[in-house]
């Protein structure tokens, strides 16, 4: 499973950045996620298991749990698949999140996702840039938008 990489610097403190990253109920309204559902919860009141539904251009539907870990001090986090049907086979991920000052947050995102076999292999890792393009930059906009 090959693994992109994008980076995006986010004029907002980051607890910001984390706030939003952690709101998973409201990606349906500014993330490329059709439905977002937290299914557990751990120490502090976040989540750990949330199950998602997504359309993926030219493949379709796919759904997936994510299981996360989250680092100390608010660093990042990063994820695993549990289980996942349709036109995804397996996720995984990371956010790096990296305080620059106090108005300013680095985040780097890392994402390795198996597609379905229908997907011909040399458009895999543009596939990846441009989900991680996209979603770096619709992170952003919502932070920095409020």
Do not use: C
């Not at 502090?44 to 001090?73: N, W």
């Amino acid at each position: 499973m090959d693994q992109a990489e994008g980076t995006v610097v986010i004029e907002a403190p980051l607890e910001d950045v984390v706030e939003v990253i952690e709101d998973y109920e409201s990606y349906p309204g500014w993330a490329d996620v059709r439905t977002a559902v937290v299914k557990a919860r751990g120490e502090g009141g976040r989540a750990t298991e949330v199950a998602f539904e997504v359309d993926v251009p030219v493949l379709g539907k796919a759904s997936y749990t994510l299981v996360y870990v989250y680092a100390p001090g608010d660093t990042g986090l990063s994820w695993t698949s549990k289980d996942a049907h349709g036109a995804i086979r397996e996720i995984r991920g990371e956010y790096l999140l990296n305080e620059l000052d106090d108005e300013t947050t680095k985040v780097t995102y890392r994402l390795a996702v198996e597609l379905g076999p229908l997907m011909p292999g040399f458009l895999r890792p543009e596939g990846q840039r441009r989900v991680i393009e996209n979603a770096l930059e619709r992170l952003k906009r919502r932070v920095e938008m409020g």
